[in-house]
C-alpha cells in the first residue's frame, strides 16, 4: 500500500551489492525489494516514486511503487459497419473502407468466392481504420498488466454525450467526422468497445517491454531520466528516459506516462557528434541534458522542449583545465560535474538562453566518487574516502555554489547489519528536498516547542500579578512611515503619512494625513476585520485592510508602497490584528475558508458573525492554491496544478511561518486563428464575422502574448511560449471547416480555417503551514460535514482524467488517510459533492449523478443520472448540506433542487434562482455561501444566503463579505 506524500522518498541511493534504498523523512533508509541486482538507477518521479536502473544483465527497469489508485489502462476497438439497400447496417464493407482492401483475392481474406467477394467482413479496427484488431486476438500490453474487467463494453460517451446501450456514431463515409444523430446520408457507423486492464508489476524493477529483437539485444552501462517539472495539458507528468548503450550510443525512451506505467514504446536512438563516444548521460527535472563522452568532454543537447523531447543537436564543452570528466550532474538552473580525479566542479551561468553555460568553478578540499541534484537544487555526493552521503549546505541563487560538504546520518529502517553502506551511486533527479524543515539541516522545531512551554509558563504565572498596578507607567508608543494610499474619490494614489500607535490602555490603529495635520482615516485594531497581502502582475505588493464599515462599501483600504515597506507593515500590522484577537491556536473545525482573488492565499474565519457577515474576522495564512475544502476537521486545497496540500495547522500565535514550501504551477493559454484565401492561402486576415486572429479557446476575448502577466512577483515564468503539437501537424496547427468546428490535425481539401494552440507556465513556491497530500493529481474534492471528531471522514474526488475516487481512513488525526479507492463512474465527472447520506457529482456533459447507500456503505451503491434543468443548461458545480442540494450552470446561474431528502436524494426538479455565481458551497446547517461576480463589482467577493428557514430553504436574499474568490463553509458545526 503507498504510503503518504509526506513520507516519498527524497533521493535513492545505491550499495556495493547492487540493492537501492529509498531516504525517507528523518534520513531514514528503506530497501526497494527486488530479485536482481541492480548497477545503476535514475530516480525519475517523486510524487509516483519510480526508479528507473540497469540489471545485472545491463538491460534497463523499472520500478514503481503501489499507487493509491491503481495505474489503468483503456483498451480499445471500433466495430465499424456500412450501410446497404438489402441488408442495412452490416459488416460487409467496400474494399477501399478501413482495413479490408484484400478482398478482390479471395484466398487472402473471404474464403470461397461468391458473388459478395467485393464485400469484406473484416470489420474490426483502430480507430484510423488502417489495422485489423479482431475482438478476440486483442491483448494486453505485455505481461506486466491484466484484464481488470472481464468483458468488453460499449462506449456509451461521445464527447460528453450520451449515446444510449447501442453506441453507435454516424458518418456520410469512412473516415469522417462522426455524429451521435443518425442522417439520410449516413452510409456508414461505428462504435467504440473499451475494456481496461491493470499493472500488476508495482514494487519490483519490471524489464520494459521490447519492439523487436534489434531492441532485445541493446545493453546499456548508464541511464538517466528527467523531464518530471515540464507541464502537459493532460495534466499528467511525462518522463523522458535517456540511456547509453555498451557501445557508446545515446538513445531516449519519450513519453513515458502514468499511462503506461512509465515503460513507454520504444527506444529512439540520437545521432552523436562524428568519432564520438558517450560514457555517462545526465538529465534534469526539466529540459537540461548533459553527457560525459570517452575521452573526458562534455556534450550539450540543445532543442529540447516538451514538445521535443529528442531535441536538435549537441554543443561541446570544454572540461576544467587538467581534470577531464568522469560524471555531470543536471539541476533545475546549475550543472555540476566530477572530474576524473574525483574533483568537483560547477558550471557558471546556466540559462535557457545559454545552455552551457560559460565556465567552471573548482569546489574545492573535498573529493566524491558521485554527485547528483534534487529538482529544487540541493546537492549531495558520495565521498571518496569513505563512500559515505554528503550534502551540500548553503546552496542558494545568491550562492549557488554553497557553503560546506556536511556529512549525513542515515538510519537503517531494515535493521539489516551487512556491508551495504558503501554507497556506489545515488539519484535525486525528481526529488523535492526542503532543506528548512529536513534534519541534515539542523531542524529548529523543538525551539519552538521550547518557545510555547516558555510561553505557558509565563501566562501562568503572571496570572497572580494581574491584579496588581504597574510599578513603571507604560507610556506607549508609535511607528510610522509615508506610504500610498488609494482614494476612491480621486481615483488616484495619495502620498499620506500612516501611524500605527497605542497608548497605556487602548490602540489607535491607523492614522492617515494628506495634508498637514488633516486627518483621513482613523480606526481601532479592535475595529479592523481582516488584513491581506496583494501583489499586482507588475510585482508591486499593496496592504489591504478591511473594516465592517469598508466592507459594505466593497473598498478596503489599500496601501501601496516599495516592497520591503509593504511587507515590513504587513507583518507588523499582522501582529497587532491577531494580538488583539488574543489567538493562541487556530481550531480545525467550524471555521469557514476563503481564497483571495488574486494571490489565492487562504483565509479562515475567527469569530464569525452569525447576522452580519462584514464584520466577520479573517486570518489570512500563506499558500498559493486554486480551490480549498474544509469539512468534520479537516482542510484539503488544490494547486493550479492540481496537485493536493493538506493543512496541518499553526504554530501558537504565528500566521503561518512553518518551514515548509508549497509549490505551485500553472499554464495559460491562447490561440492563434487563421483563414484560407485563394490569394495569400492560411493568414490572420479575418472575416468580420470569425473571431479574433488572437482569442481564447470560445474566440470570443481578445488576447495577445504581452497580455499575459504574472499574477504577482512571487510567480515566475517556467518557460517561453510555445505551441501545442497534441493532436496538430507538424507546425502545431489544428484544420476545420469553419468556425467553430470539430478540429483535425490533418488538413483536408475542405479545410477553410485553422487554429494553433499556445501556452506558457509559471511557478511559485512559498514557505506555508500545508503538507504534500496524496500524489494523484484531482481537480474537484469533497469532505462529508458533520462527521464526529475520531470518526473517519468520507473524503471523495474527481481525478484529472474524471474518474472518481474515494479516500480511505481520513480522520482528524490522520488527515491524508490512507489509500484511495476507485469509484467507478459512467463518463468522466467534473466536480463532486459529498454529504450525509449520498454523493452528487456533475459530469463533463453538463448533467448531474447521484449515487445513493453512502450510509451504509461507504463507496455507496449505483450512480443513476438527474436530468437538466428545464432551460437545458449545463451544470458546472454542486454542493450538497444536511437537507438541500444547489447547483450552478456554466452560465453562472443557481438552481435549488425541489423535494431533496434521504428517502429520495434525487430529488424532483430544478428551480432558478439567481445569477452572476461563480462558486458554491453548503454546509451541515444547510446554510449556502458562494462567491458572487456581479456586474457592479471589480473583484468577486464573498456572499451569504439570506433568509432561509426550516420551511424556506431558497432563502430571499444575499449580504457580502470581503473579497474571494473562492469559499468552503462545510466546516460550519450545527
Known amino acids: 500500500m503507498a504510503s503518504a506524500m509526506s513520507d516519498t522518498s527524497k533521493l535513492y541511493i545505491l550499495s556495493s551489492k547492487g540493492k537501492v534504498f529509498a531516504l525517507k523523512n528523518g534520513n531514514h533508509l528503506e530497501r526497494l525489494e527486488s530479485a536482481i541486482e541492480i548497477k545503476r538507477i535514475a530516480f525519475a518521479n517523486q510524487s509516483r516514486d519510480v526508479v528507473y536502473g540497469i540489471g545485472s544483465d545491463l538491460k534497463v527497469c523499472v520500478w514503481v511503487a503501489e499507487p493509491e489508485v491503481p495505474v489503468r489502462q483503456v483498451v480499445e476497438l471500433y466495430q465499424n459497419e456500412r450501410w446497404t439497400p438489402t441488408r442495412g447496417y452490416s459488416d460487409l464493407l467496400l474494399p477501399t473502407d478501413r482495413f479490408g482492401f484484400c478482398v478482390c483475392f479471395p484466398l487472402f481474406f473471404c474464403g470461397t468466392p461468391t458473388a459478395s467477394c467485393f464485400w469484406c467482413r473484416h470489420h474490426w479496427s483502430d480507430e484510423s481504420g488502417r489495422y485489423h484488431r479482431p475482438r478476440e486476438e486483442v491483448e494486453v500490453p505485455s505481461a506486466h498488466w491484466q484484464w481488470d474487467s472481464a468483458n468488453w463494453e460499449i462506449d456509451e460517451n461521445f464527447d460528453g454525450q450520451l449515446l ?117 548521460i545526465a538529465c534534469g527535472s526539466a529540459e537540461g541534458v548533459w553527457a560525459v563522452t570517452a575521452t573526458g568532454w562534455a556534450l550539450v543537447r540543445t532543442g529540447i522542449s516538451r514538445d521535443c523531447q529528442y531535441g536538435s543537436g549537441w554543443s561541446t564543452v570544454e572540461p576544467p583545465f587538467d581534470a577531464l570528466l568522469l560524471q555531470v550532474t ?43 541534484v534534487s529538482r529544487n537544487g540541493e546537492v549531495f555526493a558520495l565521498g571518496s574516502a569513505d563512500r559515505q552521503l554528503y550534502w551540500r549546505s548553503g546552496v542558494s541563487l545568491e550562492d549557488p555554489h554553497g557553503r560546506a560538504w556536511k556529512k549525513l546520518s542515515l538510519v537503517d529502517k531494515s535493521g539489516e547489519g551487512d556491508n551495504r553502506d558503501l554507497w ?49 507607567s507604560r507610556t506607549g508608543w508609535k511607528n510610522s512611515a509615508v506610504l500610498k494610499v488609494w ?105 469557514v475558508w476563503i481564497l483571495a482573488p488574486l494571490t489565492g492565499c487562504p483565509s479562515l474565519s475567527h469569530g464569525l458573525t452569525a447576522d452580519a457577515l462584514p464584520s466577520s474576522k479573517w486570518l489570512t495564512l500563506a499558500g498559493h492554491f486554486q480551490t480549498i475544502e474544509s469539512a468534520s476537521g479537516i482542510t484539503w486545497a488544490l494547486g493550479h496544478d492540481n496537485s493536493v ?76 511560449w510555445v505551441p501545442d503539437y497534441n493532436q496538430a501537424d507538424d507546425d502545431g496547427w489544428r484544420y476545420s471547416f469553419d468556425f467553430p ?153 443557481l438552481y435549488f433542487r425541489q423535494n431533496f431528502s434521504a428517502a429520495f436524494p434525487e430529488g424532483t426538479d430544478w428551480i432558478e434562482v439567481a445569477g452572476d455565481i461563480t462558486q458554491i458551497s453548503a454546509n451541515h446547517r444547510d446554510e449556502l455561501y458562494a462567491i458572487s461576480s456581479g456586474p457592479q463589482q471589480s473583484l468577486p467577493v464573498l456572499a451569504r444566503r439570506t433568509g432561509q428557514r426550516y420551511d424556506d430553504k431558497i432563502g430571499s436574499g444575499w449580504e457580502f463579505g470581503i473579497f474571494a474568490k473562492n469559499v468552503s463553509a462545510r466546516g460550519l458545526q450545527v
Not at 349 to 369: D, E, H, Q, R, Y
Not at 693 to 713: E, I, N, Y
Open 741 to 893: 468546428g470539430a478540429y483535425h490535425g490533418q488538413k483536408l481539401a475542405t479545410d477553410c480555417v485553422r487554429r494553433r494552440r499556445w501556452y506558457r507556465t509559471m511557478k511559485v513556491e512559498s514557505a506555508a503551514p500545508w503538507l504534500p497530500g496524496p500524489a494523484t493529481k484531482l481537480k474537484s474534492i469533497s469532505i462529508c460535514p458533520g462527521v464526529a471528531t475520531g470518526e473517519i471522514v468520507p473524503l471523495w474526488g474527481v481525478t484529472v482524467d474524471g474518474s472518481v475516487v474515494l479516500r480511505d481512513r481520513v480522520t482528524t488525526a490522520s488527515p491524508q488517510g490512507d489509500s484511495w479507492i476507485a469509484v467507478r463512474n459512467p463518463i468522466p465527472f467534473v466536480e463532486v459533492s459529498v454529504g450525509p447520506f449520498c454523493v452528487w457529482a456533475v459530469a463533463s456533459d453538463g448533467t448531474a449523478y447521484v449515487r445513493n447507500g453512502t450510509k451504509g456503505k461507504m463507496d455507496g451503491l449505483y450512480w443513476f443520472q438527474v436530468e437538466k434543468p428545464n432551460n437545458g443548461a449545463f451544470l458546472a458545480h454542486v454542493t450538497v448540506g444536511s437537507s438541500v442540494v444547489w447547483a450552478l450552470s456554466q452560465d453562472n446561474i
Open 164 to 280: 444510449g446501450p447501442d453506441g453507435w456514431t454516424y458518418a456520410i463515409d469512412f473516415p469522417a467526422t462522426y455524429s451521435p444523430d443518425k442522417r439520410w446520408n449516413s452510409m456508414v457507423r461505428r462504435r467504440r468497445w473499451i475494456r481496461t486492464c491493470r499493472y500488476r508489476s508495482t514494487n519490483r524493477f519490471a524489464d520494459l517491454p521490447c519492439r523487436d529483437q534489434s531492441e532485445a539485444d541493446l545493453a546499456f552501462i548508464d541511464i538517466a531520466a528527467g523531464g518530471c517539472d515540464l507541464s502537459y495539458p493532460d495534466g499528467l507528468t511525462h518522463v523522458s528516459v535517456w540511456a547509453v548503450s555498451v557501445l557508446g550510443q545515446v538513445y531516449i525512451r519519450p513519453v513515458c506516462s502514468r499511462t503506461t506505467a512509465y515503460h513507454g514504446m520504444l527506444w529512439m536512438r540520437v545521432d552523436l557528434p562524428e568519432g564520438m563516444e558517450v560514457s555517462q
Open 330 to 372: 543536471v539541476g533545475p538552473d546549475s550543472v555540476w560535474a566530477l572530474g576524473k580525479d574525483g574533483s568537483v566542479w560547477f558550471r557558471q551561468n546556466i540559462k535557457k538562453s545559454c545552455p552551457a553555460g560559460t565556465g567552471w568553478v573548482a569546489i574545492s578540499s573535498f573529493l566524491a566518487t558521485c554527485l547528483t
Open 424 to 472: 556506489i551511486w545515488i539519484s535525486a533527479t525528481a526529488g523535492f528536498l526542503d532543506s528548512r524543515s529536513a534534519s541534515w539541516e539542523g531542524s529548529e522545531e523543538w525551539k519552538d516547542e521550547v518557545m510555547t512551554q516558555l510561553s505557558s509558563r509565563f501566562s501562568k504565572e503572571m496570572q497572580g500579578f494581574s491584579t496588581l498596578n504597574r510599578a513603571i
Open 487 to 591: 482614494s476612491g474619490k480621486q481615483a488616484a494614489w495619495e502620498d499620506c503619512k500612516v501611524e500605527v500607535g497605542c497608548d497605556e490602555d487602548d490602540e489607535q490603529a491607523t492614522l492617515l494625513t494628506a495634508d498637514g495635520e488633516k486627518v483621513h482615516i482613523s480606526m481601532l485594531i479592535s475595529e479592523v476585520t481582516a488584513v491581506q497581502l496583494h501583489e499586482d502582475p507588475q510585482g508591486s505588493q499593496e496592504l489591504w485592510i478591511y473594516t465592517a464599515f469598508l466592507t459594505r462599501a466593497a473598498s478596503p483600504l489599500r496601501m501601496s508602497g516599495s516592497r520591503n515597506d509593504i511587507e515590513t507593515w504587513y507583518t507588523f500590522l499582522t501582529e497587532c490584528y491577531w494580538s488583539d484577537l488574543d489567538v493562541k491556536d487556530l481550531p480545525k473545525t467550524d471555521r
Open 645 to 720: 496540500w493538506v493543512w496541518v495547522g499553526c504554530y501558537e500565535g504565528k500566521s503561518g511561518t512553518e518551514r515548509r514550501v508549497q509549490t505551485d504551477t500553472r499554464t495559460v493559454e491562447l490561440y492563434e486563428n487563421q483563414r484560407w484565401n485563394p490569394v495569400g492561402g492560411f493568414s490572420s486576415s479575418l472575416l468580420p464575422s470569425d473571431r479574433y486572429a488572437w482569442s481564447d479557446d470560445a474566440g470570443r476575448v481578445s488576447l495577445t502574448k504581452d497580455s499575459f502577466q504574472l499574477p504577482s512577483g512571487s510567480w515566475r515564468w517556467e518557460s517561453d
